[in-house]
């Protein structure tokens, strides 16, 4: 579903955008709206910065089980 956005720029950034919409033939809602699903994925990029030791670990104890039980029970056992 598209919606309408209303911006506030400054009138020169107004005639630059309107300038760079003229030399690439795209509209200035279709610029941003790119700079917009810029943004997203950079946002997604971000969101996922973990390092390698710690990605390579994702996942392993999937399917275990372990509950809080559990655990308890291996802390009473360790610190017995």
């Given at each position: 579903?598209?919606?309408?956005?209303?911006?506030?720029?400054?009138?020169?950034?107004?005639?630059?955008?309107?300038?760079?919409s003229?030399?690439?033939?795209?509209?200035?809602s279709?610029?941003?709206?790119?700079l917009?699903?810029?943004?997203?994925?950079?946002?997604?990029?971000?969101?996922?910065?973990?390092?390698?030791?710690?990605?390579?670990?994702?996942?392993?104890?999937?399917?275990?089980?372990?509950?809080?039980?559990?655990?308890?029970?291996?802390?009473?056992?360790?610190?017995?």
């Amino acid at each position: 579903m598209l919606t309408k956005l209303t911006l506030r720029m400054d009138d020169n950034l107004i005639e630059s955008a309107k300038e760079y919409s003229l030399q690439t033939g795209k509209s200035v809602s279709r610029i941003v709206s790119d700079l917009f699903e810029i943004i997203k994925n950079e946002k997604i990029k971000r969101d996922d910065p973990l390092p390698p030791t710690v990605r390579s670990l994702r996942g392993v104890l999937k399917g275990k089980g372990g509950d809080e039980k559990d655990y308890k029970a291996y802390l009473e056992e360790k610190y017995s």
